[in-house]
């Protein structure tokens, strides 16, 4: 069974500009959240998206946003981006059961010059 | 205060040596507590996932969950160079479990 996929893996991007990330999940996976990693915050949930709805959300700003298709893939858009959206973004999907396990894609790396 | 708190390392220990890791959490109310594994340049994989207090075994490693000083425990015994990584406790929160609040990580290092 194939795992969590993210693209694109490596991403340059200006202050000021916007940038989409996606993530397929793992087949039959209707879950899907994502995080950001930074060596100075860790590991930070951004939201969840079940059913092509948000059920869950971080303490980040609007400019954060993401949305899910019908077929579960997912995106997230950060708009005017600043140079300390600088980070590695993780997706994650799940079945959403009891003793859910998240399993994570690589991450996209973005940087932010 | 932050729901989960870990020391950042890094960790230097030799092969074959036990591995202990901690985390501090912050609420009573917690219930479920989960260890993840991260390879530089991959993303998080679960490794153990325990509920309430007491000893959860598998395999070379052992979790621990005390709840009455709110302090969660991962060793590895018989550590490998292929245990080299950073390993990030993490509490499921939110709708379904699917906000995981992680700690800071902490980076071990195996040296053979």
């Known amino acids: 069974k194939a795992g969590v996929t993210q693209t694109p893996r490596y991403l340059i991007k200006t202050r000021g500009q916007q940038v989409t990330l996606s993530c397929s999940p793992i087949s039959g996976h209707r879950s899907v959240s994502w995080y950001q990693q930074t060596p100075g915050q860790g590991l930070q949930f951004l939201f969840e998206?079940?059913?092509?709805?948000?059920?869950n959300k971080g303490n980040f700003p609007g400019r954060f946003s993401g949305r899910q298709f019908s077929n579960s893939r997912s995106e997230m858009n950060v708009s005017t981006l600043e140079l300390g959206d600088s980070a590695l973004y993780l997706c994650?999907?799940?079945?959403?059961?009891?003793?859910?396990?998240?399993?994570f894609g690589p991450g996209t790396r973005l940087t932010v010059l | 205060q932050k729901e989960v708190e870990q020391d950042p390392g890094p960790l230097s220990v030799p092969e074959g040596a036990i591995v202990s890791l901690n985390c501090t959490y912050s609420n009573s109310a917690f219930q479920y507590f989960m260890w993840y594994r991260q390879y530089s340049r991959k993303g998080p994989e679960l490794l153990m996932y325990?509920?309430?207090?007491g000893n959860k075994e598998d395999g070379r490693f052992t979790a621990q969950v005390d709840k009455s000083s709110k302090y969660i425990s991962l060793f590895i015994r018989d550590s490998q160079p292929s245990d080299s990584a950073t390993y990030l406790c993490a509490i499921p929160l939110g709708a379904a479990g699917n906000k995981l609040t992680f700690g800071g990580g902490t980076r071990v290092l195996v040296k053979p």
């Open positions: 994650a999907s799940s079945l959403r059961t009891a003793r859910n396990e998240q399993f």
């Open positions: 325990t509920y309430s207090s």
């Open positions: 998206y079940f059913s092509e709805t948000q059920r």
